[in-house]
């Protein structure tokens, strides 16, 4: 069964009736531009084919129950829930979540039963909940009329996220849920949040990006990141510049030598590089020469490892095996120490690459790692 089958079926075996309707939204991965987003600089994401489904109808009174096939449980929650921040926890508080930030944002939010099923996997950083929240969210804006244009959603969705579930995530993850198209990477300006739409039909030029997830255990993932943030605003505050996007290229070694240490000197390096990377992508992209952003993937990937240090054995494992079975151009992508490695591979030679890192992981004698092959798909939309 489809997810969208499996959404529906889950909504009439709960509520014995139909939904009025049916809305999804895609897990992503991000082509290039890694912590950069907190340095108010450039990301480069593009919806995933592994999409959420939300059935949904109205319920009357302001109370709202959902389903998820994940738990198979069931949560109801009232006007009281959704009064302040955080009082319904687990899975369920992204859905109350976007009922508290549309209500706070002054929304009429109709009362509703909704049904979930999902085929992003949860926690490898593909944005199963940024997914989860579109989809809860273009849900209760068709059922209540809500006058909420899409430019606007995903400012909302991350305020659930940050405010009521308490995740500190930057504006990527739902900007990609909510505003990709198909055929496309999202070019996204975290400064701004303007977005533009980038040509990347990887089924045209007869490419793929496949995507490995390097089922590394997770090591000190959000102390981590607490670091390499501070280590940033840090920087800027002492190069003097709002944040690290404000750095030129130009002249970077005579910037860097200003900083205090190397370790500081090289977290610079990679952001301010890797914005550069970020832009040159693009260029690229437009030029519709796809074929040569693989070195800037491997820049990027090298760059992470060495400078930023957020990489670890078994992605450098397999975006080196990647590399050497003939992929185009590999990187880890996400926040690191574990999480995705894509690869940029000609379409038909997915398997062989795929193999090959299966391969490098059984003679390190690492966990298996799984993979799939992807090509952009559209952001949050209604199905029916
Ligand atoms: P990621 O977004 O990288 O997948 P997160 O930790 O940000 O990882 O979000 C995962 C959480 O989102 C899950 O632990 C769960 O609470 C929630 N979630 C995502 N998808 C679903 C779903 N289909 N059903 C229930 N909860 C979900
Ligand atoms: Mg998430």
């Not at 969705?157 to 849920?177: K, L």
């Not at 909510?178 to 980038?198: K, N, P, Y």
């Not at 607490?226 to 605003?233: F, I, K, L, T, V």
């Not at 820049?299 to 054995?313: C, E, G, L, N």
Request: glycine share 10%; aromatic share 6%.
């Amino acid at each position: 069964m489809t997810v969208a089958d499996r959404a529906a079926a889950g909504f009439h075996q709960v509520y014995a009736q139909p939904p009025a309707g049916r809305w999804a939204a895609p897990g992503r991965v991000n082509l290039i531009g890694e912590h950069t987003d907190y340095n108010d600089g450039f990301v480069l994401p593009f919806a995933l084919p592994l999409r959420t489904v939300a059935a949904a109808a109205p319920q009357p009174g302001e109370t709202w129950t959902v389903w998820s096939e994940l738990t198979g449980e069931t949560v109801d929650f009232g006007a009281a829930e959704v009064t302040g921040a955080g009082r319904v926890t687990g899975w369920a508080g992204y859905v109350a979540g976007i009922v508290w930030a549309l209500r706070e944002a002054g929304y009429q939010v109709p009362g509703a039963r909704l049904a979930i099923a999902s085929d992003v996997p949860l926690g490898a950083g593909l944005s199963s909940s940024a997914a989860l929240e579109a989809a809860v969210l273009a849900a209760l804006v068709d059922l209540g009329g809500l006058d909420l244009p899409a430019e606007a959603q995903p400012r909302l969705a991350q305020r659930a996220e940050n405010h009521y579930v308490g995740a500190p995530t930057g504006i990527m993850d739902q900007s990609a849920a909510i505003r990709c198209r198909a055929g496309h990477a999202l070019f996204l300006d975290c400064r701004t949040e303007q977005v533009e739409h980038i040509p990347f039909d990887l089924n045209a030029a007869g490419l793929a990006i496949l995507v490995i997830d390097s089922n590394a255990p997770h090591r000190h993932v959000d102390g981590e990141y607490a670091a390499r943030r501070n280590s940033c605003e840090k920087a800027a505050a002492l190069l003097d510049v709002p944040a690290l996007r404000d750095v030129p290229t130009d002249g970077l070694d005579d910037t860097l030598a200003r900083l205090p240490d190397d370790e500081t000197r090289r977290r610079v390096r990679h952001v301010v590089t890797e914005n550069q990377r970020v832009c040159d992508t693009v260029e690229l992209l437009r030029a519709r020469q796809i074929q040569q952003i693989g070195p800037l993937l491997v820049a990027s990937h090298t760059s992470m490892r060495d400078d930023f240090a957020i990489t670890v054995p078994e992605v450098d494992t397999a975006v080196e095996a990647a590399l050497a079975a003939g992929a185009l151009g590999a990187r880890m992508t996400g926040g690191g120490f574990g999480g995705c490695v894509l690869a940029l591979v000609e379409a038909d030679h997915s398997d062989t690459v795929a193999n090959a890192v299966t391969d490098a992981y059984a003679r390190r004698g690492f966990t298996a790692p799984t993979h799939t092959t992807v090509t952009p798909a559209t952001g949050a939309t209604r199905l029916d």
